[in-house]
């Protein structure tokens, strides 16, 4: 039967072993957006071109915040990451912010708490430093878009937000 | 003109002086969704009353994440939170799982910052716990709902999602 | 002549070199207890059931601990552990609480200290969420248990407390 | 009825709320013990003449680890510590090392857990520092000796062990 | 006779008693500099305006570095920062880039090492991005420049290096 | 054309790919000084013998602040360090205290900036734990003098400062 793997037959939480996986080189893509006031996104654009870099900013944050992961989240493992990369795509029409995470390591286990930690600390942080502007932005479709390597081998989301 | 305060007036990103700023307090309220497979929410609710604990593991880990805040945020002040409350709420029809933070300080600087990482941190850790069995879950609709306290008042979102 | 290994032949403290050992994996399982009065045992009991779970708090924060040793012991060397496993049992005629912890990796050096220190902040985290009904209670016993892997090999306490 | 304050009355956790306690000073002393063999000492206090110092590694980690509670104890308020002391005093005849640790702030909760934490600390050190040459070393008797301040007032172990 | 206030009357480290203390606005400025081949400058130089932002990047770090202060040094005071600025001045003809930055907190305990560690922070972070084409760069002079508020008042480096 | 590799070809900064790289032994020493008044060295010289241990809190410092260093550095992979050793070296001369750190690891990306932040932390805390009397210190000529493994194999600073 389908069970979760983070809690033992007794149902007790534990890190799960993986010493007996292979370390294989594991990437994670996950992507997530905010969604802001057109005004808020134009402040943002200005800034990118000659006033304070909001997603230069937040591109950092994400980056810091992967290797944070295993702080933040109780059942992770501590993993070297060995790359992580950050884009943003701006959707004026909406308007909408999107930034995708890719994440890599040689490892024993998968990197996409690590890619999803990332996403959702880059788009926290956009939040904070136009909170003063816009208070009603939004966090929307944090999700997985893609995972390789390991037992499971090659995911990818059917239905992307 | 508006302005993002994060940013001093040759663009450069400063941590805000809020040093001025009266003692007051200050509370915050976040909120943000989870979307799963039904057979997913159906093994949370079962650990709930037998089994593995997702929704416990996850407020612990919300309530460790919010004093992490400052550490993730690169402009966020640190500051000593006095309360932080985490509620689930369980959508079955969606199904989708809601969580709700309530964080306090008695300072010079609000706490919106605190409640969306403890928030996030939490709907984190029930991707991780659940991710075996349902790697599509999806994030989404965090946002501010409520903040009171400091000069710029009681505030609450107009359009909760 | 015997010499404590954290320190060099100058006696300064250094952080021993590990380079040339090999990737074996390592074991090591440590306990600990807790001592306190017969109603505040009865209380986590009651929790564990149908209120709030202490032991279940403290389990996460003892993985979480495991995962903060080397930031807390100076000389430790970072490692990617592999599995944590925490197990608590109450032995009612005392009272007192008893935590096991079995620590693993694949790596250059052994988990005692991660094992050790996840089982004291179990031991920590239920004195906290006791000590306003118990601020008597008695943390003890907190000893290494076996240990596996490694030039040394297999070890075993010969007098259990 | 006694209750866990850590607990609300739906039985989940949660960190108390303090922002209606009045900012005093509070004061917490702790105490614990590390029991080894008696040429392990010998090597200890050898080291503090004129070799590797391990109690004075022990003390700045104690020192350290006081200021990481609130990253480990789950439910703890993050605090501003005004002071730490930490003392050790060696028992040649048991042979045991015993450590108090006096921990102080200005505040709206206590420093109990900053000083069992130092204190647990600083005995995992010792012990790290020592287990090549012992590892059945035993932490003992780690307890609250007193506590001052807050609307508890003055409170003292009754039974030191 | 003239002592270091770190250690006790016995000679002993602690984390010195500081709740005593007013709580005043203190202010501290530090200081230091990068010096570097002329092309590792031309590099940076071209970064700000169109490719990677090294000083922008070095910015955020320092802010963030600000934060870990009392992680970092053993027997700091931890601090709520209310205020870190950064500004950097390049001048090409040694070359050199200088960094300064400001803390201020409302507490009992100066920022001077608050400001230090983030100005060595700052420094580290461009060698970090630019040492794959100049490994030779040297961190200099590092100090601090003025300090305000406490017991010991307005103070100034009388010898800016 | 030389390039800084943090930076991807469209300039934005990132966690470089090193998930190809060989795993081996890399080596780094790095070095700097701390210059202060001929007082404030005799004080330091005096505690070494018989008072407060400057060096020795210092020593630690350098080897905790090593194992920070991806936490410090936004660009920097996680590294498990295999060994970490520092030196001091007194000239009364001047007077200046000197700092030498070796940093290794077995791994896919060199030691570098661990070694240079372990160097700058023991400065810092040096520079902390005697404030008291001479807030002029300067930390200076903070070096990398040498590098081992990996690709580019060994460099040595051709000018020592």
């Given at each position: 039967m389908t069970q979760f793997t983070h809690f033992d037959t007794s149902g007790q939480a534990h890190m799960v072993d993986?010493?007996?996986?292979a370390e294989t080189r594991r990437i994670a893509v996950a992507r997530g957006s905010i969604r802001m006031l057109p005004a808020t996104l134009a402040l943002i654009q200005e800034g990118n071109s000659k006033k304070g870099d909001v997603l230069g900013i937040a591109r950092i944050a994400a980056i810091q915040g992967s290797k944070r992961c295993a702080d933040l989240i109780p059942l992770c493992h501590p993993i070297a990451l060995t790359k992580v990369g950050v884009e943003f795509e701006i959707e004026s029409s909406q308007p909408v912010i999107h930034c995708t995470v890719t994440a890599e390591t040689v490892g024993r286990t998968g990197v996409e708490m690590e890619a999803l930690t990332a996403t959702t600390v880059a788009l926290l942080t956009i939040y904070d430093m136009c909170k003063a502007v816009d208070r009603g932005m939004i966090i929307d479709?944090?999700?997985?878009l893609e995972k390789q390597g390991g037992k499971s081998g090659h995911w990818q989301a059917t239905t992307p937000a």
């Open positions: 993986v010493g007996d996986k479709n944090v999700q997985l």
